[in-house]
Nanobody
Framework: QVQLVESGGGLVQAGGSLRLSCAAS????????MGWFRQAPGKEREFVAA????????LYADSFQGRFTISRDNAKNTVYLQMNSLKSEDTAVYYC??????????????????WGQGTQVTVSS
């Protein structure tokens, strides 16, 4: 089992930046991919970005490519989400996820089997 803990959320003004962190512990050797999802009030969970641990392949939802960047620190078993040019529409709970399954479609949340508790990001206008 992999345990995930997100951090770095908070309140930021529109146009500002935040960097989210997700630290993995436990059976980290089994991780195939880690990703970020978000869920805004009244909306369904949506895919943001993902990264394969061994190959370093990244995938972004079209809405976030260019503003958000996913990266990793292998030594720390940590994945990051750098968020720039934040908008009020980005307000949501951001969740980190990990999977030990071999995935082709990294955007499918159902394929991830470890989830963090989430970190709140609030963007004020």
């Amino acid at each position: 089992q992999v345990q995930l803990v997100e951090s770095g959320g908070g309140l930021v003004q529109a146009g500002g930046s935040l960097r989210l962190s997700c630290a993995a512990s436990g059976r980290t050797f089994s991780i195939y991919a880690m990703g970020w999802f978000r869920q805004a009030p009244g909306k369904e969970r949506e895919f943001v970005a993902a990264l394969t641990w061994s190959g370093g392949r990244t995938l972004y939802a079209d809405s976030f490519q260019g503003r958000f960047t996913i990266s990793r620190d292998n030594a720390k078993n940590t994945v990051y989400l750098q968020m720039n040019s934040l908008k009020s529409e980005d307000t949501a709970v951001y969740y980190c996820a990990a999977t030990n399954r071999l995935l082709i479609l990294l955007f499918k949340g159902d394929e991830y089997n470890s989830w963090g508790q989430g970190t709140q990001v609030t963007v004020s206008s």
